[in-house]
């Protein structure tokens, strides 16, 4: 099992970026594939970006798309998350996870972390 945390997260306002950070707690982090999941007030969760374990492979919800990026250093057994160009609608709670699968399924995902809160403001 991998202990996921996230930060980074905060108040922005519309066309700011902000880069989330996910520290993983395992030596095994470089084994698994990665997401992030964000989640808005009265929402489901949803998928936003995908990473594989080597970092060689990536998925973007159309959304995010062009706008953030998801990274790792498997060196530093850390996930990343860089958002540029923030509008109101990506405000959220955002979740890094962990994955042995190689899909965007959230029911895939064995590991949550606790969430980090993004606001963007108009």
């Known amino acids: 099992q991998v202990q996921l945390v996230e930060s980074g997260g905060g108040l922005v306002q519309a066309g700011d970026s902000l880069r989330l950070s996910c520290a993983a707690s395992?030596?095994?982090?470089?084994?698994?594939?990665m997401g992030w999941f964000r989640q808005a007030p009265g929402k489901e969760r949803e998928f936003v970006a995908f990473?594989?374990?080597?970092?060689?492979?990536?998925y973007y919800a159309g959304s995010v798309k062009g706008r953030f990026t998801i990274s790792r250093d498997n060196t530093k057994n850390t996930l990343y998350l860089q958002m540029n160009n923030l509008k109101p609608e990506d405000t959220a709670v955002y979740y890094c996870?962990?994955?042995?699968?190689?899909?965007?399924?959230?029911?895939?995902?064995?590991?949550w972390g606790q969430g980090t809160q993004v606001t963007v403001s108009s």
């Open positions: 996870a962990a994955s042995t699968a190689f899909n965007t399924y959230a029911g895939s995902y064995f590991s």
């Open positions: 990473i594989s374990r080597s970092g060689t492979n990536t």
């Open positions: 395992a030596r095994s982090f470089s084994t698994y594939n």
